[in-house]
């Protein structure tokens, strides 16, 4: 069935490149995404548009945004009433459900007859689904410790290189500066309001103490190294260093108004910097994060509606193909300050008017060295329930004070339950 569907998709192709001398009809692509508008990000796909534009009289994309916390669920209900965008972004720890569908047009026939070269394309592989190539990755990243230096060099203490300076840190940063007996300055911040944060901020500390979600695809939440990880993460809200009603753009928001010392963070945080006031701007920095290995892995992935005509997937596809380009690759590494997922992206000025783009690069490539993604192997369908499930097992470990332990075994068994 395979061989018959990419024999007709290559019939299709052949025949497209003879009408493309054609004037082309009016013709209007969709695509949704959570980062319209955003600095950075926002600026490379309205670079991207415009060329589309150019080069295909007659034909405009239509860019709308969705909010990130409401994303997922709209796209579903977008693909379920029949209506999906003609462009299709998703996070990548979000996309398996909507391949498993059969919603995602698999790409490989397309890859194959424009001769784009995947071989050592950052995170590719997670866009393999059922054995077809569904999406492009768009960003692998590593995360690093964004900070304050101004807040670290006037309290006198080192930037933390492991958990146990990690924690001495957030215990001496954290303050009431104005004396009202209210703490306004913190060492650290964790969010604590959605889902998918807690689970990934929760990894940090399990990575660093050797533990993972999965072993062999299998739910691992039981295992010693899982308990100490989750435990080192209770015992920050326990000694009151991070607030409990943050969210990941709370936390952001600190860092910009100077008033918290130090997050980890992916290699976004670096593009973020542009949003502080320049007397806050000039304090912050990344450094390689204090826990190893670095959290890290695959950010978010394009693809193309499988439901659309052939001539709008013969669009699509021009305009995938063009985010996938040596042009608009080295374009989104000066855009998102972050390393492009495209081997071969000339760095050398971005290193030199931005020292930090080298911790950047270094922890994305510790990263995927030590196999480290966010999205648990093994379970890709199940994800959203999991996420879910561990929210709630982490609210009841932080506001309930259950016991790490406990709070692991209960993971355990209702993530196995879901799983089997």
Same mark, same amino acid.
């Given at each position: 069935?395979?061989?018959?569907?990419?024999?007709?998709?290559?019939? /299709?192709?052949?025949?497209?490149?003879?009408?493309?001398?054609?004037?082309?009809?009016?013709?209007?692509? &969709?695509?949704?995404?959570? /980062?319209?508008?955003?600095?950075?990000? @926002?600026?490379?796909?309205n670079e991207i548009i415009a060329e589309f534009e150019d080069t295909h009289p007659g034909v405009t994309i239509n860019m709308s945004r969705v909010a990130r916390a409401e994303y997922a669920d709209t796209m579903f209900t977008m693909f379920a009433g029949g209506n999906p965008p003609d462009i299709v972004h998703l996070a990548a720890f979000e996309f398996q459900p909507f391949a498993n569908e059969g919603w995602m047009e698999p790409l490989d026939p397309w890859i194959e007859q424009s001769g784009l070269d995947l071989e050592g394309w950052a995170g590719q592989s997670t866009c393999e689904w059922n054995g077809d190539t569904v999406c492009i990755m768009l960003l692998y990243t #590593?995360?690093?410790?964004?900070?304050? =230096?101004?807040?670290?060099?006037?309290?006198?203490?080192?930037?933390?290189?492991?958990?146990?300076?990690?924690?001495?840190?957030?215990?001496?940063?954290?303050?009431?500066?104005?004396?009202? *007996? !209210? !703490?306004?300055?913190? #060492?650290?911040?964790?969010?604590?309001?959605?889902?998918?944060?807690?689970?990934?901020?929760?990894?940090?500390?399990?990575?660093?103490?050797?533990?993972?979600?999965? %072993?062999? *695809?299998?739910?691992?939440?039981?295992? +010693?190294?899982?308990? =100490?990880?989750?435990?080192?993460?209770?015992?920050?809200?326990? =000694?009151?260093?991070? +607030?409990?009603?943050?969210?990941?753009? $709370?936390?952001?928001?600190?860092?910009?108004?100077?008033?918290?010392? /130090?997050?980890?963070?992916?290699?976004? !945080?670096?593009? &973020?910097?542009?949003?502080?006031? +320049?007397?806050?701007?000039?304090?912050?920095?990344?450094?390689?994060?204090?826990?190893?290995?670095?959290? *890290?892995?695959?950010?978010?992935?394009? @693809?193309?509606?499988?439901?659309?005509?052939?001539?709008?997937?013969?669009?699509?596809? $021009?305009?995938?193909?063009? &985010?996938?380009?040596?042009?608009?690759?080295?374009?989104?590494?000066?855009?998102?300050?972050?390393?492009?997922?495209?081997?071969?992206?000339?760095?050398?000025?971005?290193?030199?008017?931005? +020292?930090?783009?080298?911790?950047?690069?270094?922890?994305?490539?510790?990263?995927?060295?030590?196999?480290?993604?966010?999205?648990?192997?093994?379970? =890709?369908?199940?994800?959203?329930?999991?996420?879910?499930?561990?929210?709630? %097992?982490?609210?009841?470990? !932080?506001?309930?004070?259950?016991?790490?332990?406990?709070?692991?075994?209960?993971?355990?068994?209702?993530?196995?339950?879901?799983?089997?």
């Amino acid at each position: 069935m395979k061989t018959l569907r990419n024999t007709a998709i290559g019939a /299709m192709l052949a025949a497209s490149t003879l009408l493309t001398a054609l004037p082309a009809a009016a013709e209007e692509l &969709t695509f949704v995404s959570w /980062m319209k508008d955003e600095p950075g990000y @926002g600026d490379w796909w309205n670079e991207i548009i415009a060329e589309f534009e150019d080069t295909h009289p007659g034909v405009t994309i239509n860019m709308s945004r969705v909010a990130r916390a409401e994303y997922a669920d709209t796209m579903f209900t977008m693909f379920a009433g029949g209506n999906p965008p003609d462009i299709v972004h998703l996070a990548a720890f979000e996309f398996q459900p909507f391949a498993n569908e059969g919603w995602m047009e698999p790409l490989d026939p397309w890859i194959e007859q424009s001769g784009l070269d995947l071989e050592g394309w950052a995170g590719q592989s997670t866009c393999e689904w059922n054995g077809d190539t569904v999406c492009i990755m768009l960003l692998y990243t #590593g995360f690093v410790l964004a900070h304050n =230096e101004r807040i670290f060099q006037e309290a006198g203490v080192e930037i933390p290189t492991d958990w146990d300076s990690y924690l001495e840190a957030a215990r001496a940063l954290k303050k009431d500066t104005d004396g009202d *007996g !209210i !703490i306004d300055q913190y #060492g650290i911040a964790l969010p604590f309001d959605d889902a998918a944060s807690v689970m990934q901020e929760a990894l940090n500390f399990v990575l660093d103490a050797g533990g993972s979600w999965t %072993v062999d *695809g299998e739910p691992a939440f039981d295992r +010693p190294e899982v308990i =100490e990880g989750l435990a080192r993460y209770k015992q920050l809200f326990t =000694e009151g260093l991070t +607030p409990k009603e943050l969210s990941s753009a $709370d936390v952001r928001q600190l860092l910009l108004e100077g008033r918290l010392a /130090m997050t980890v963070d992916g290699g976004w !945080i670096n593009n &973020t910097f542009r949003s502080a006031a +320049p007397e806050v701007q000039k304090n912050l920095a990344i450094t390689n994060s204090p826990f190893s290995p670095p959290l *890290g892995g695959t950010s978010n992935v394009l @693809g193309m509606s499988a439901e659309m005509s052939d001539e709008k997937k013969e669009l699509v596809w $021009d305009f995938i193909a063009l &985010t996938a380009s040596p042009k608009y690759q080295q374009r989104f590494a000066s855009w998102s300050k972050t390393p492009a997922p495209r081997p071969g992206v000339d760095y050398t000025q971005l290193k030199a008017d931005n +020292p930090s783009f080298e911790v950047l690069a270094q922890a994305a490539e510790d990263a995927a060295a030590a196999n480290v993604d966010r999205l648990p192997k093994g379970l =890709e369908l199940e994800n959203n329930e999991v996420v879910k499930i561990f929210y709630k %097992v982490a609210q009841q470990m !932080i506001l309930q004070d259950l016991d790490p332990a406990e709070a692991a075994a209960r993971l355990q068994e209702q993530v196995t339950r879901i799983k089997d």
